[in-house]
């Protein structure tokens, strides 16, 4: 009979007892002061157990000591960390090979493995639609660049124009101005300078000549400049738009050395 | 290497003996805090509460799984294989010191306790019925107060007991009957509703 068994028998009264635990307890107990008086030896015995279990003594340090000296040299080529060492934990001897850790993270090194075909399908296809987005862009910044370029463009014929007009006025001033200056000295100088610029404008190639028409000089005659450099302005072509800052300076250098 | 360690508490003791016979150390060590108190108080108790016998012998004992872990016999419960081997040398200490206490009180079955009239309850107190209650135990057939010392205080079951002591389950049973009986007969004086 098991302890809960007997434990359950005495946590019952007499009477509660069934005729098959009378029966299966009558080597104990015939009657009721026989059972009473076991219930309560029994429960004492009970609690002297209890008592002298409280009071169980532990063993001393000194053995466990003898028993680690004992162990270490009884196992001394197999060391303490066998089992709990980083192989262990890869490749554990007690389980079957599919609980094996390192079946397990080879597994999914190889799914990872079998992803990256298609982590790439995906960048290519997001790539796709990036490039589509960049064309939409791109075809609304040309849009802009052409809008912002007629903008400029418009501004640059502006400042031409008024780049022109203030040409015409320096001309004026300069023409008035040499009109003052002793008129012999002035004709032997353009007579000098025009023979030789003439000469060195045959001598240029047809890709050498200038096709500006700040370079371009009509006769000697209507040359009114120092150097022998001639300038084709006429009244009704000094109105184009073609007259650039840098010529206007050169020009003007040009002067310099004459006054 | 402390985080890869085992989960050592929760390992039965058949596994732990398993990984003792193999080096493993901290498998050791969970079955001495398993077992070494209950082996010392058991020992003690067999050994006529010599303190340091039990010592010496829970030492043995242990010595005894580290040098030979083989044999453990693993389709066994460890349990009762230990308290066997433990039985076993407390039955050879016994034969060297040629020491056998009340091996006649073999408990017959019509056993009818001797009735003393004088009315004891009176003239002792509680903290007496220890006393009273170890004369008896020594008193008691070996054979009988070995089950009954297995079955209360170590706690191991019928089947346990049966284990370790190699004995039928129906052999055991009726010797903690006869146990309990001759107790309850012997420590009757305790009891005051009957010495009312």
């Known amino acids: 009979m098991e302890k809960h068994e007997l434990d359950s028998i005495f946590e019952k009264t007499y009477i509660e007892l069934s005729d098959s635990e009378k029966s299966e307890m009558s080597d104990l107990f015939q009657n009721e002061d026989e059972f009473n008086q076991l219930k309560y030896i029994f429960n004492q015995i009970s609690n002297e157990v209890d008592k002298r279990k409280s009071l169980e003594i532990e063993p001393k340090a000194e053995i466990k000591s003898n028993l680690d000296n004992l162990f270490h040299q009884k196992y001394q080529n197999t060391g303490v960390l066998w089992y709990n060492a980083l192989s262990v934990f890869f490749i554990n001897p007690e389980k079957k090979w599919h609980a094996q850790n390192l079946t397990r993270i080879a597994a999914i090194a190889i799914l990872a493995l079998l992803m990256i075909p298609f982590m790439n399908s995906t960048k290519i296809e997001d790539n796709g639609v990036l490039t589509a987005k960049n064309e939409i862009k791109t075809e609304g910044k040309k849009e802009k660049e052409k809008i912002e370029n007629k903008i400029v463009n418009d501004d640059n014929s502006l400042e031409n124009e008024s780049n022109v007009e203030n040409k015409l006025s320096t001309e004026k001033e300069f023409k008035q101005t040499f009109d003052a200056s002793p008129a012999e000295i002035v004709r032997n100088n353009q007579t000098f300078g025009s023979s030789l610029a003439s000469e060195d404008f045959d001598n240029l190639s047809a890709k050498e000549k200038p096709t500006s028409d700040v370079f371009l000089a009509e006769s000697s005659s209507l040359s009114m400049h120092p150097d022998g450099v001639f300038i084709e302005r006429e009244e009704k072509n000094k109105e184009s738009t073609n007259f650039s800052l840098q010529a206007n300076l050169n020009f003007l250098d040009l002067l310099t050395p004459t006054f | ?196």
């Not at chain 2, 012998?57 to 081997?85: G, M």
């Not at chain 2, 007496?128 to 070995?146: V, Y």
């Not at chain 2, 089947?159 to 002591?165: D, G, P, S, W």
């Open chain 2, 1 to 196: 290497m402390q985080i890869l360690r085992k989960k050592y508490n929760t390992f039965s003791d058949e596994d732990l003996m398993n990984y003792l016979s193999k080096g493993d150390k901290f498998a050791f060590d969970e079955l001495y805090s398993r077992y070494a108190k209950a082996m010392l108080n058991y020992f003690k108790r067999l050994l006529w509460n010599d303190l340091e016998k039990a010592e010496d012998f829970v030492h043995d004992l242990f010595a005894k799984i580290i040098q030979k872990p083989e044999s453990f016999d693993a389709s066994r419960s460890f349990k009762t294989w230990f308290y066997s081997v433990a039985n076993n040398m407390c039955k050879n200490e016994y034969k060297k010191q040629e020491v056998r206490k009340n091996t006649s009180y073999s408990i017959e079955p019509n056993f009818v306790a001797k009735d003393e009239k004088t009315n004891v309850l009176n003239e002792v107190q509680d903290s007496f019925f220890g006393e009273a209650f170890d004369k008896k135990i020594k008193e008691m057939d070996n054979k009988h107060s070995e089950v009954f010392k297995l079955r209360h205080f170590d706690g191991l079951s019928i089947k346990e007991i049966a284990e370790v002591l190699n004995a039928n389950e129906g052999t055991i049973k009726s010797r903690l009957f006869y146990a309990t009986k001759y107790l309850a007969e012997s420590l009757k004086e305790f009891n005051p509703l009957v010495n009312r």
